[in-house]
């Protein structure tokens, strides 16, 4: 007997489809899922055609919430369904950032942002390919997750 689990419809928000499998929990901390008053279902190491495995999260809230640099620098190849009315009404491919604010510090003992507590943490994609990062202060690398 084959094994299903069936997660409702969502009426308005964003379905994260494509997810590599295991980084779900990565991608509910940095949007910061925890802190918003709406529905949340993580569906890990669902059954892919195309990944073998991958992660769904399905986020019920309203459309203007979702900020696609974070999920653009986590994981580039994310897909995001947008949803309303119970429909996907727009999918939206994801594309690295060319700048990102507070996603990652910069592990510089020497970095300015080290020493002023309030400074943001700015990264600037200096190598799409390679999707390497710099600090913007300090020039120190970083590379993408992927």
Do not use: W
């Amino acid at each position: 007997m084959e094994h299903t689990l069936n997660v409702g419809r969502i009426s308005e928000g964003f379905v994260l489809d494509h997810i590599e499998a295991g980084k779900s929990m990565e991608i509910y901390k940095y949007l910061h899922l925890d802190k918003l008053d709406c529905c949340v279902a993580i569906i890990k190491n669902a059954k892919s055609s195309k990944m073998g495995k991958k992660d769904i999260i399905k986020i019920e809230c309203p459309i203007d919430f979702m900020d696609l640099d974070i999920l653009g620098f986590i994981d580039h190849n994310i897909t995001v369904n947008i949803i309303q009315d119970e429909e996907i009404v727009e999918k939206k491919l994801l594309r690295l950032p060319k700048k990102i604010k507070n996603v990652i510090r910069c592990k510089n003992p020497r970095c300015i942002t080290s020493i002023e507590q309030g400074l943001d943490h700015i990264f600037i994609l200096t190598d799409e390919e390679k999707q390497i990062y710099r600090c913007q202060y300090c020039e120190e690398k970083h590379r993408s997750n992927k």
